[in-house]
């Protein structure tokens, strides 16, 4: 089974509307929970982190997310995405067990439009 | 970033050769990973390290061997190439693990 899942593989969206990228996460995944972005031939860059805390995790660029136990997710939102937020957004989860080793879900391509 | 470089950035190389890819790192971080990007898949664990000599399997590390005989050097060696590890790789590198991972550039690999 997927340790984390991002339901949506693609996000249309206008220029200064409202996104949220959805994330689930499994029990085989701690509660240190990531969101990485990576725009077109570049590396993956940090957005954000919920390591403990306040449940609401602001980030760069705008983004924020919010951890929800009750419902193991960790939805990434901004409230009016510009152009320059075209690019893949990666959820990612500390697994339990040892290694501390980051298992990410399959990404989803955020497009905005004009 | 640069604290972490790969090399090479690209590579193209025949089926059944042997390939060193290399991750270097300046931070003196304890923690080393090799990640692959395919497309609908996200990333996934080859191996990673926990300490000089120490490594240990990912997820999919058929195929794949590591070696880190310094604190700043991580390799990854595919034994044989073969067309399904044709991918982008990607070297991260964390102090602790469980605060998030620092990513390279990324290598982009293809095998012909």
Redesign the interface.
Known sequence: AQSVT?LD?QVPVFEEAPVELRCNYSSSV?V?L?W?VQYPN?????LL?Y?SGSTLVKGINGFEAEFNKSQTSFHLRKPSVHISDTAEY?CAG?LTGG?????????TQLKVEL | ?AGITQSPRHKVTETGTPVTLRCHQTENHR?M?W?RQDP??????IH?S?GVKDT?K?EVSDGYSVSRSKTEDFLLTLESATSSQTSVY?C?I?P???????????TRLTVV
């Open positions: 991002q593989s701690s240190y990531f990485y570049q590396g993956l860059q940090l982190k390591l990666f500390i290694g501390n080793k980051l298992s990410f879900g399959t990404g | 970033d923690y990973y990640y609908g898949h996200g990333l996934r664990l990673y926990y240990d990912g990607f991260a964390s602790s693990g469980d605060r998030g991972y620092t990513f390279g550039s990324g």
